[in-house]
C-alpha cells in the first residue's frame, strides 16, 4: 500500500539557520503530495502541496518540490525563527480520492 | 470563520464505559474523516464518510463506529472504549472531488483508564 517515510526527529537549530526535512514516499499511480504543521495544542494546518511532478508547493518561507524520479518532497526554509517551532507531517493522497496517508512526523525545535 | 469542531476536548474514562466524541463543520464539506495519532505512528485513519449516510472504514476501525445523519456532523462512538484506545483523535473535513485541503479540529486527547 502507499506510505510516507520521514526522517526522524527531533530536528534541533537556531534561528536563522537552514531547514531541511526529508520525505520520501511509496505509492501507485501518481500522488497528490503535502506538508502539514501542527503547532503546540493545536490541529494540523495544511503547509503546502503539489499535485504533479516538479511541481513546487511554497508557503511561509517553506517550499517543497515534488520528485518523481527520486519520490522525494522534501520540506526546506532558508531562514527559520523560534515560531516555526512545531510539528510537520508528511502526507499523500492517490486516486482522486480524499484520504490522505501520513509520515510519524517530524519535530522542529528552533533556538533564539 | 471557517472550522471544525471537537467535544470534547480532553476526556478521562474507564475501561467498558461507552462514549462520544463530536465533530462539526461549517463548510459544507461532503467528507469527513475521523484519525487517531500515536507516538511514532503519525496519524491513522479510522473512519471516513463521502456524503450523507455514506461511511466506510480507514485503516483502523476496530472498536470504533460512526454515523452521518447530517452533513455537518460526524460522531465517533466508542461503544467500550479500551486502554489502547487511549490517543489524540482528530476530525478533519474536504470538498469531495480532486485533492483539496483537509481542514482538521483541534483533537480530543482521550485517556482510557
Known amino acids: 500500500g502507499d506510505s510516507v517515510t520521514q526522517m526522524e526527529g527531533p530536528v534541533t537549530l537556531s534561528e536563522e539557520a537552514f531547514l531541511t526535512i526529508n520525505c520520501t514516499y511509496t505509492a501507485t499511480g501518481y500522488p497528490s503530495l503535502f506538508w502539514y504543521v501542527q503547532y503546540p495544542g493545536e490541529g494540523l494546518q495544511l503547509l503546502l502541496k503539489?499535485?504533479?511532478?516538479?511541481d513546487k508547493g511554497s508557503n511561509k518561507g517553506f517550499e517543497a518540490t515534488y520528485r518523481k524520479e527520486t519520490t522525494s518532497f522534501h520540506l526546506e526554509k532558508g531562514s527559520v525563527q523560534v515560531s516555526d517551532s512545531a510539528v510537520y507531517f508528511c502526507?499523500?493522497?492517490?486516486?482522486?480520492?480524499?484520504?490522505?496517508?501520513f509520515g510519524t512526523g517530524t519535530r522542529l525545535l528552533v533556538s533564539p | 470563520e471557517a472550522q471544525v469542531t471537537q467535544n470534547p476536548r480532553y476526556l478521562i474514562t474507564v475501561t467498558g464505559k461507552k462514549l462520544t466524541v463530536t465533530c462539526s463543520q461549517n463548510?459544507?464539506?461532503?467528507?469527513m474523516s475521523w484519525y487517531r495519532q500515536d507516538p511514532g505512528l503519525g496519524l491513522r485513519q479510522i473512519y471516513y464518510?463521502?456524503?450523507?449516510?455514506?461511511?466506510d472504514k480507514g485503516d483502523v476501525p476496530e472498536g470504533y463506529k460512526v454515523s452521518r445523519k447530517e452533513k455537518r456532523n460526524f460522531p465517533l462512538i466508542l461503544e467500550s472504549p479500551s486502554p489502547n484506545q487511549t490517543s489524540l483523535y482528530f476530525c478533519?473535513?474536504?470538498?469531495?472531488?480532486?485533492?483539496?485541503?483537509?481542514?482538521f479540529g483541534p483533537g480530543t486527547r482521550l485517556t482510557v483508564l
Open positions: 463548510m459544507n464539506h461532503e467528507y
Open positions: 464518510s463521502m456524503n450523507v449516510e455514506v461511511t
Open positions: 478533519a473535513s474536504s470538498a469531495k472531488l480532486g485533492y483539496n485541503e483537509q481542514f
Open positions: 502526507a499523500l493522497s492517490s486516486g482522486g480520492f480524499q484520504k490522505l496517508v
Open positions: 503539489a499535485t504533479k511532478a516538479d
